[in-house]
């Protein structure tokens, strides 16, 4: 059964930091991998999506890539803003058909 | 639609209660899915339709947890003598094909709180 991992829980920073969330996955079977951020009480809102066969997506500050073989995924995130401020969420789909999520980080990010 | 759309975005029912939560996917999407998410956890797979038909149900935790797609559009999550543990977010997300090489859309779910 696949599980994922995401480290750390929780991540304050100044406004302007670099910053680096840690996705892992004991299965490396994998279709592809996708990270999402949540803000409170709302849905998900799909950031990236990096299929098997990719090592990196990137979408303006963002910058996701992948290790399949050792089932492991970064997240960059460049310059930080309080607007990063969120959870972010990677899920990782095996079957095709359904997602298995992390339980998150919580980034805060300080002005 | 622009996007999957949910409803209620908030549903408070009492303990015992019947309740229908519903799903709007993308327009032409024809994987469909259904989460659940507790509070500080990330959401869990409960069901997935392509179609019409649930290809993958395998998440449901009971047989109080139904769900339905007729025309293979708008999907209804129901669930039937509500307890209190049900209580969470419902997450319903699309997807273009459902065959892993597709990016998940997710709405911005129903907040059920059985009381």
């Known amino acids: 059964k696949q599980e994922v991992t995401q480290i750390p829980a929780a991540l304050s920073v100044p406004e302007g930091e670099n910053l680096v969330l840690n996705c892992s996955f004991t299965d490396s079977a994998i279709y592809n991998l996708q990270w999402f951020r949540q803000d409170p009480g709302k849905g998900l809102t799909s950031l990236l999506l990096i299929q098997s066969s990719q090592r990196e997506q990137t979408s303006g500050r963002l910058n996701a890539s992948l290790d399949k073989s050792s089932g492991r995924s970064t997240l960059y995130i460049a310059a930080s803003q309080p607007g990063d401020s969120a959870t972010y969420l990677c899920?990782?789909?095996?079957?095709?058909?359904?997602?298995?999520f992390g339980g998150g980080t919580r980034l805060m990010v300080k002005p | 639609g622009a996007g999957v759309s949910q409803t209620p975005s908030n549903k408070v029912t009492e303990k015992g209660k019947y309740v229908e939560l519903r799903c709007d996917p993308i327009?032409?999407?024809?994987?469909l899915y259904w989460y659940r998410q507790s509070l500080g956890q990330g959401p869990e797979f409960l069901i997935y339709?392509?179609?019409?038909?649930?290809?993958?149900d395998s998440g449901l935790p009971n047989d109080r947890f139904f769900a339905v797609r007729p025309e293979g559009s708008v999907s209804t999550l129901k669930i039937q003598r509500t307890e209190r543990g049900d209580s969470a977010m419902y997450l319903c997300a699309s997807s273009a094909q459902g065959q892993g090489n597709t990016e998940a859309f997710f709405g911005q779910g129903t907040r059920l709180t059985v009381v």
């Open positions: 327009s032409g999407h024809t994987a």
């Open positions: 899920a990782v789909d095996n079957a095709g058909n359904m997602l298995t």
């Open positions: 339709f392509q179609g019409t038909g649930a290809a993958d």
